[in-house]
């Protein structure tokens, strides 16, 4: 049988039956013979329209069989296929149901744990809003008790010199000033320590602030946190607002893990704790400071008066045996006093303005950082001290020449009337002035910062 003989299967004329629109006619069997095949053949135009190129029995049932054989495996394989495939869409349905039941009971669990340190963030920030608030109060007792020494060491320096216009044989380091020297050493001592219990406090307040904040940043971030979970425990195969992020699990391994983030907030509330504990013993200490600064001030302010009234006495029964002597003197001694009253006032007029600007210098040198810098308020500040430091300067130059001027006539006047005007002098100074003044002393009250 010639290779190069092929035997056409049976033609339909498919464009006639598109053509038709009906169905085709039985085909007519009919032999395609190509010319060029036949060239070089035996057959020649005499074999043309006979099948002479035909496969063997044994051909036809080895294909037959090979089709058959390939049939069934390849139906063997689509099964083992389908079943594998059945087989993987149950385990990956159920792989994939158990990861997101567990993924969803983390969440949950998750959300409990961020919501019990949001709690205790809650609690510690509300605990340590109040013990801010309580030692803020106490600053302020501090504030109020350190302006109240102000008055007692005004007065125990205005008595000191008060005292020291005292001359002649009165002019003595008597038991009153040695008491007033105590009280102006103690009421020092008392600021200084006020002073520096006052700074504790101010950095305690600072401290207190800064563990608020950073447990308030720790409270928001867990409160974005909590959001964000309880949105992502919502999400189901249902919900329509999800989508695809491939890169979402990348960013793994950039987070901290659960340990670092519950040391994190411990970390950050056993802080709070200390600043808090902190806070009570410094509030405690405040407490105790204050009571004794009071106790004290108010115990050497009656030895003072104690020893003023005893002096007074003793002056006035001196003054009582000489106060017949020279009448004529004492008018013109009593207008020159009334002259050194009237510098005395203006002395003491100036020592509130002076006081005011110093201590707006003073507090100012407080602010910090850039803030410390020589601005206008400054300036003005400086230029005020300055005037009125002038302004007593010059008081005091006049008020030293009225004692000038009430020495010369008191040189004119004999032992006796030196002493009745020693005496009445003194009188004047530690009755008139030093103790009139100290009626101003503040209450246990004020000095408690109340």
Known sequence: M??????????FDTRAVAQNGSQPPVPAPRTAVKES??????????????RSAKYAPEEWFANNSALLHRAVADRDQAERIRQESKALKAETDCGTLRTQTDGTKHLGERLQDTHRWRSELERFIERL????????????????ALDATEIPFAIASDNLTCRERRFGPDLVEDEVEEELLKEVELIRSIQALLKKTLEQTVKQIKLNQESKQTLEFDWSDKHQAYSLDDQCGRYNNRSTDTQRHPGSAMLQDQVCDQGAWS??????????????????????????????TTEDLRAQCAAVDQAFTRRCIEQNQAKTQLELQLAEILDQIGAQEKNVSLLQEALHDKEAPLRVAQSRLHYRTFRPNMELCRDQPQL????????????????QQQLYEARRSL????????????DIGCKTNSLLIDREKCMTHRTRYPTVTVLSGY
């Open 2 to 11: 010639s290779s190069q003989v092929l035997v056409s299967r049976p033609y």
């Open 37 to 50: 095949l036949y060239a070089g053949t035996s057959a020649g135009l005499a074999t043309a329209g006979y």
């Open 129 to 144: 809003t109040a013990e801010t608030e309580l030692l803020t109060s106490s600053r302020r007792r501090l504030e109020k």
């Open 263 to 292: 040391k994190f907030t411990h970390n950050n509330l056993l802080l709070a704790e200390r600043e808090e504990g902190a806070s009570q013993a410094l509030r405690e200490m405040i407490e105790q400071v204050l009571q004794d």
């Open 380 to 395: 003005s500040l400086l230029g005020e001290v300055s005037e009125i430091s002038g302004t007593v300067l010059a008081l």
């Open 407 to 418: 020495s010369d006539l008191e040189e004119i006047r004999m032992a006796l009337g030196k």
